[in-house]
């Protein structure tokens, strides 16, 4: 962790794009702290990612000095922001699970995996934008999870490339890592299985977004349109692929400068309405250990 360097905004707006996008409506100082956030787990991500080695004992051996040094770059920034230590280890093990060749079973599965790798970084994330209130945790999850499913959604072929497969086995039986990778011609057959079960995945992100958009009323006035904004071009992601049909892409879906200012004027159009929409948080998974520090 020693090459740790805390970029602030400067990593949201290199690698972090939709989110660096809708940042423009937040605070100049949350901006800074979700920037730095973003640089934390960036570098975590790029280490397990990047590298074609196996680094689960890194990481866990990361876990245990997070754990014993106290003034460490990244245990400063928790102990700063009221993050509990637990929530970011929960962070780390989700990369682990990223070392091996990834094959997940069922959906249940996969929202535990998203869970991990993302919806932890919106339980920072609440903390970070000043969150008080205990029940806009399970929100705040539950929209870290949306948008990692969009992210699953968008790079089937890309995470196949890397032995890693994110579409549930009980949605696509018979459909191997050499079909989603490309060395295998697809046929009408496969490429429909396939289609569907992300379809189902869109579907699924869909729940995920409305209990994240229930959790708007907990935060605060002044950073609310922003996290708004910033789900729905997330969002808007998963309503492109959709509209592409049946088609297994290939190629990652963009949204578009003109594409992200129609969803970015729609946003502030309805969040005027957010208090009459009164959007409920329903029960569409198990609790998680570390859901309410």
Same mark, same amino acid.
Request: charged share 25%.
């Given at each position: 962790?020693?090459?740790?360097?805390l970029?602030?905004?400067?990593?949201?707006k290199?690698?972090?794009?939709?989110?660096?996008?809708?940042?423009?409506?937040?605070?100049?100082?949350i901006?800074?702290?979700?920037?730095?956030?973003?640089?934390?787990c960036r570098?975590?991500?790029?280490?397990?990612?990047?590298?074609?080695?196996?680094?689960?004992? %890194?990481?866990?051996?990361?876990?245990?000095?997070?754990?014993?040094?106290?003034?460490?770059?990244?245990?400063?920034?928790?102990?700063?922001?009221?993050?509990?230590?637990?929530?970011?280890?929960?962070?780390?093990?989700?990369?682990?699970?990223?070392?091996?060749? *990834?094959?997940? &079973?069922?959906?249940?599965?996969?929202?535990i995996y998203? $869970?991990? *790798?993302?919806?932890?970084?919106?339980?920072?994330?609440?903390?970070?934008?000043?969150? *008080?209130?205990?029940?806009?945790?399970?929100?705040?999850?539950?929209?870290?999870?949306?948008?990692?499913?969009?992210?699953?959604?968008? =790079?089937? $072929?890309? =995470?196949?490339?890397?032995?890693? +497969? #994110?579409?549930?086995?009980?949605?696509?039986?018979?459909?191997?890592?050499?079909?989603?990778?490309?060395?295998?011609?697809?046929?009408?057959? &496969?490429?429909?299985?396939?289609?569907?079960?992300? &379809?189902?995945?869109?579907?699924?992100?869909?729940?995920?977004?409305?209990?994240?958009?229930?959790?708007?009323?907990?935060?605060?006035?002044?950073?609310?349109?922003?996290?708004? +904004?910033?789900?729905? *071009?997330?969002?808007?992601?998963?309503?492109?692929?959709?509209?592409?049909?049946?088609? #297994?892409?290939?190629?990652?879906? $963009?949204?578009?400068?003109?594409?992200?200012? +129609?969803?970015?004027?729609?946003?502030?159009?309805?969040?005027?309405?957010?208090?009459?929409?009164? #959007?409920?948080?329903?029960?569409?998974?198990?609790? %998680?250990?570390?859901?309410?520090?």
């Amino acid at each position: 962790m020693k090459n740790l360097e805390l970029n602030s905004v400067k990593d949201l707006k290199k690698e972090g794009k939709s989110f660096y996008w809708a940042s423009f409506f937040l605070p100049r100082y949350i901006r800074t702290k979700a920037g730095k956030l973003y640089s934390i787990c960036r570098y975590f991500d790029d280490l397990a990612d990047k590298d074609k080695e196996d680094k689960s004992l %890194f990481l866990k051996e990361t876990i245990e000095k997070i754990k014993n040094d106290r003034e460490s770059t990244v245990n400063n920034y928790l102990q700063e922001n009221n993050i509990n230590i637990s929530i970011f280890i929960d962070f780390i093990e989700g990369l682990i699970k990223d070392q091996k060749n *990834v094959k997940i &079973q069922n959906k249940k599965e996969l929202i535990i995996y998203s $869970y991990n *790798v993302a919806g932890t970084v919106g339980l920072m994330m609440s903390k970070i934008i000043g969150v *008080v209130n205990i029940k806009a945790n399970s929100a705040a999850i539950d929209l870290g999870i949306a948008m990692q499913l969009t992210n699953i959604i968008r =790079d089937v $072929y890309e =995470d196949a490339q890397m032995n890693r +497969i #994110y579409l549930p086995a009980d949605l696509i039986p018979d459909i191997t890592l050499s079909m989603l990778n490309g060395e295998q011609i697809l046929g009408s057959k &496969q490429e429909y299985i396939i289609s569907n079960a992300i &379809q189902q995945l869109i579907d699924l992100s869909e729940k995920f977004y409305l209990n994240g958009f229930s959790g708007l009323k907990y935060i605060p006035y002044r950073t609310r349109l922003g996290i708004y +904004i910033a789900a729905n *071009v997330y969002r808007g992601i998963s309503i492109k692929i959709r509209s592409k049909g049946k088609r #297994y892409l290939k190629k990652r879906v $963009y949204l578009s400068f003109i594409e992200k200012t +129609i969803i970015t004027i729609k946003s502030i159009s309805i969040f005027i309405f957010i208090p009459i929409i009164n #959007y409920k948080y329903k029960n569409i998974r198990d609790k %998680f250990q570390n859901e309410n520090l």
